[in-house]
Structure formats: structure tokens, C-alpha cells
């Protein structure tokens, strides 16, 4: 199956797919599943905070990109270009030495990203939820939009993914978009280019492979859960994120309380404060992915709904491949082209 999009023209991957960064799970077995089966596998920095591991992953990476070039798969980095993210600066940094060639920015402003990004011809593509994210993202330069909608894993934004993405084409008609949240088929990657996008990204299905670095049970939560058991918490960092409805879930509860909303919007504490739960929210979130923890913050999409197993990361993507395929030959039954 030969795929031409924007998004495989730009990156030279074979599939227009989006191994997506997850925090805690991205490893480099699955980046290398994605190198080795024509897709582009995205990390987020924070997962290597060790002194010199994301030098050492970065070194390897480029290497197995290399000796896999015939695979079509490629690799980037996700930065958090926050503030509050004091690693910021040393992992972009660390990634411009080692010319990572595409990354995502989340949060903040991507400028500087850019700028070095393009010096030596990487690209750079900015998380949107809306219109305005995407206007401020497309001013600094960015070569493509991650539009995340309804129901993703993380951050999910507001708004659905068929509004959501033909409203970027309709307003930046130039600009690629990869469609985020709640894909995990190849029916839905078909549909996603349908409506506009030239990629999907897609995050809550790659949890349940053998590859993610976190518990079983984790593994097992996505299989078992359904699009109705995802709640989204502002307990982890603060921001709206989707997560598996577990009983520690309810016990902890999902909204900040009356103290610590003051705090996160006075302007002479918001800052501070929002450290210090990003801070907390993480070394929660690290605990609860390790085995046998009981503290069960899961954080997945909706698209849980659409697994059933745990698998390689190789199979999950040979799946998507032959389901677009299935995909367009029932559409093709179906609509008839004169
Ligand atoms: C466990 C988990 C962790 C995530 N961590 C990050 C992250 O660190 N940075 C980021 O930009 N997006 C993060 N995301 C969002 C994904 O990159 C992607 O946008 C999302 O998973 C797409 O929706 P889907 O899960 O329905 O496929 C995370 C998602 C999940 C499920």
C-alpha cells in the first residue's frame, strides 16, 4: 500500500502515522518498532531526565534510523516549551546537537524550537486544540499542526476531531494537520484524511504492546476499560487530563479544591503553584505506572474503547495498514466515483 501526504512527502515515513508521545510510556523499544515498520515514533524528552540518557537514546536512535533507512520509519522528540519545565533548554539543546530530525511542541511558545529546528532542516509540528493555538503556532513558523480533539489521551482538547480539523484546513489551507485522539484503527486514519488531515497520531493504543515500559495491570486497564470509564482529572497537573476511572480516582477526586484554584490563578502565586502540582502530579503519575501500585492513575484516551489486546507494537502497526486498506475497498463499495 503506497501512501502520499503531505505528512509522508514532509517526513519521508512510509505510513501517515504518528507513533505518539506518551509520558512515562514512550521508550525506545517502541521507537524502534516505529522506525523499523515505516512509521514516525515521537518520545517526550521528560522521559529520559537521567543525566546523559537522552544523549545516550538520541546517539542510538539516530543509528538504528540509519541502518533501518530502507524501513521508511523515523523518530522525533516531544518538548514541554514550558516555563515550568526546567529541562527545557538542555534537552533542546541536547536534540539540535544531535539533529533530531522532527519534533512536537506542547505548551508554551514553540519559537525557538523553530528556529533551531529549521537551521539544519528538521520540522517542527505544534499541539492545537483550537483556532487560536494555531494561529500563534503558524505566526512562529511551525511546519505542520497536531490537532488535538475530543477524547485523547492527556490533554484532550474541546473540541471533535471532524470540526476540529477541517476548521484548521479551512483556515490555514497550507499548513499539514495530523488528527490526535481517539484513533486506533485504520478506519480511522481513513477517516481523519478524509476530513483534511494528512496523519493521524495515535497514543491510548500503543499503551497495550509489549514494548511500553509500564505495569500489566496498566496494560491490562486500557484492554479491559471502555469509552465510558474515562474521567478527566485536573488533580494530576492541574490542566484537564483523561484518565482510567479507577476507585482511587473517585477517593482523590477530579477537580482542584476552592485553595488551590485561588492559587493557580493568583497571579503572584500561579506560577509557583502550578510547579509545585505539576511537580506532584508527576511523581504520582511515576508511581502509579510501576507494578503492584495501588495508587491506579491510568491515563489513557477514549479510544480504549477500541482495544482488545496486548500486542507487539510491530502488530498493532501492521494492523492500521491493512485496516486502511480494508477501509477504502468498503468505501470504495460504497461510494461509487462517475
Ligand atoms: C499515557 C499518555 C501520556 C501522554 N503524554 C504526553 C506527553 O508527554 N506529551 C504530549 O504532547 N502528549 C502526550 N500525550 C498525548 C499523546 O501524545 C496524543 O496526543 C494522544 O495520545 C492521542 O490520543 P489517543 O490517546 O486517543 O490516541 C499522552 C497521552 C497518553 C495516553
Redesign the pocket.
Known sequence: MIVNTDFTAMTGVKLPV?M???????NVPMMEAAIANGVMG?F?S??FREEKKLEEVLTHLSAYRRSKADSQGSYGV?L?VQQTNIWYEKHLELCVHHRVPFY???LGNPSTVIKKAHSYGAKVFC?VTNLEHAQKAMQKGCDGF?A??Q??????GPYPLTVLVPALKKKFPDIPVVA?????SGAGIISSLASGASAA???????ATFEAKVSEEYKKAVVNAGMNDIVLTERISGTPC?IINTPYVQKIGLKQNKIERWLSRNPRTKRYFKMLVQKRGLTLLEKAVMPGNYQNL??????VELVDDIVSCKDVIRRLETEMQTACEDLYKQIILS
Do not use: E
Not at 151 to 156: F, I, M, N, R, S
Not at 298 to 303: I, L, M, N, P, V
Open positions: 504518528i505518539a508521545p506518551m509520558f512515562l510510556v514512550s515521537v517526550p521528560l522521559n516531544n514541554i512536537i511542541t506542547s499541539d497536531i488535538v480533539g477524547g485523547a489521551g492527556g490533554h484532550a490526535a485522539g481517539g484513533i486506533a497520531s495515535i497514543g491510548t493504543r500503543f499503551i483523561t491510568w491515563c489513557a484516551g477514549q479510544s
